[in-house]
């Protein structure tokens, strides 16, 4: 193996993840952080709203038998050191989030009040009062990103956002787009932080692709000096 092409390769391979952070999202395809494996894969996208050039990013989430949205944010946030994600309670039980921020390059993205937004999947209530009742289906998924979005329905006999509240199905896109909650209505409540049609994926640190081409580094020059032992 020639060190010098596996240097160059792997400079190519950092410059193309470091320009990637301008990637626009419109396929499954264009996502390059992805969390978990498995069989199933599903999209998660975090729309700040805060004004700066890019606010909305996309990750990717893989599984196998079932998961929640809740799953995914916290899964995606263990895996992604960049993204921070405050909450009470369990995936399973009682899942509320305080706050999520997340730091792309120089810029800080942050905020407590959220809209959860799905398309395809499973959410809300069978049973529109009472217990008893079981995730209905929601319309959507697949590989591209959403034209519109579903504010997330619940119900009172499910968590909202917990195991039974929102099952995720291959193909399924969840969204969290920051805004504020109007009441229209006596118990009627409308949610200003549609996610926007621009979303941008978000891509693992620069360190670790650096420690990545460290490594394949570090195998060529093993792989060189013992050429070089067995030649002489």
Same mark, same amino acid.
């Given at each position: 193996?020639?060190?010098?092409?596996?240097?160059?390769?792997?400079?190519?391979?950092?410059?193309?993840?470091?320009?990637?952070?301008?990637?626009?999202?419109?396929?499954?395809?264009?996502?390059?952080?992805?969390? @978990?494996?498995? !069989?199933?894969?599903?999209?998660?996208?975090?729309?700040?709203?805060?004004?700066? #050039?890019?606010?909305?990013?996309?990750?990717?989430?893989?599984?196998?038998? &079932?998961?929640?949205? &809740?799953?995914?944010?916290?899964?995606?946030?263990?895996?992604?050191?960049?993204?921070?994600?405050?909450?009470?309670? #369990?995936? &399973?039980? @009682?899942?509320?989030?305080?706050?999520?921020?997340?730091?792309?390059?120089?810029? &800080?993205?942050?905020?407590?009040?959220?809209?959860?937004?799905?398309?395809?999947?499973?959410?809300?209530?069978?049973?529109?009062?009472?217990?008893?009742?079981?995730?209905?289906?929601?319309?959507?998924?697949?590989?591209?990103?959403?034209?519109? /979005?579903?504010?997330?329905?619940?119900?009172?006999?499910?968590?909202?956002?917990?195991?039974?509240?929102?099952?995720?199905?291959?193909?399924?896109?969840? !969204?969290?787009?920051?805004?504020? /909650?109007?009441? #229209?209505?006596?118990?009627? /409540?409308?949610?200003?932080? #549609?996610?926007?049609?621009?979303?941008?994926? !978000?891509?693992?640190?620069?360190?670790?692709?650096?420690?990545?081409?460290?490594?394949?580094?570090?195998?060529? /020059?093993?792989?060189?000096?013992?050429?070089?032992?067995?030649?002489?």
């Amino acid at each position: 193996m020639n060190v010098k092409y596996v240097a160059s390769g792997m400079l190519f391979l950092l410059g193309s993840t470091l320009s990637s952070v301008a990637g626009i999202v419109t396929e499954t395809s264009d996502i390059i952080f992805w969390a @978990g494996s498995g !069989a199933n894969s599903a999209a998660l996208v975090l729309d700040f709203h805060d004004g700066e #050039t890019v606010e909305s990013f996309a990750w990717g989430y893989r599984w196998d038998g &079932a998961a929640s949205g &809740a799953n995914m944010l916290l899964d995606i946030a263990a895996a992604d050191s960049n993204l921070d994600v405050v909450y009470e309670g #369990t995936a &399973a039980s @009682g899942f509320l989030i305080s706050s999520i921020s997340y730091t792309a390059g120089s810029v &800080a993205h942050s905020s407590t009040t959220w809209g959860y937004y799905i398309d395809g999947g499973f959410a809300g209530d069978s049973i529109p009062f009472g217990p008893g009742g079981d995730p209905i289906q929601i319309s959507g998924g697949g590989p591209s990103l959403p034209a519109s /979005w579903l504010i997330s329905p619940s119900g009172p006999s499910l968590e909202s956002f917990g195991d039974s509240g929102r099952i995720l199905e291959d193909g399924a896109w969840d !969204a969290w787009g920051h805004g504020s /909650w109007v009441e #229209t209505s006596p118990d009627d /409540w409308e949610h200003s932080g #549609t996610p926007t049609s621009t979303v941008y994926a !978000a891509v693992p640190e620069p360190s670790s692709v650096i420690l990545l081409m460290g490594g394949f580094g570090g195998l060529a /020059w093993f792989r060189r000096r013992r050429k070089y032992f067995f030649n002489s």
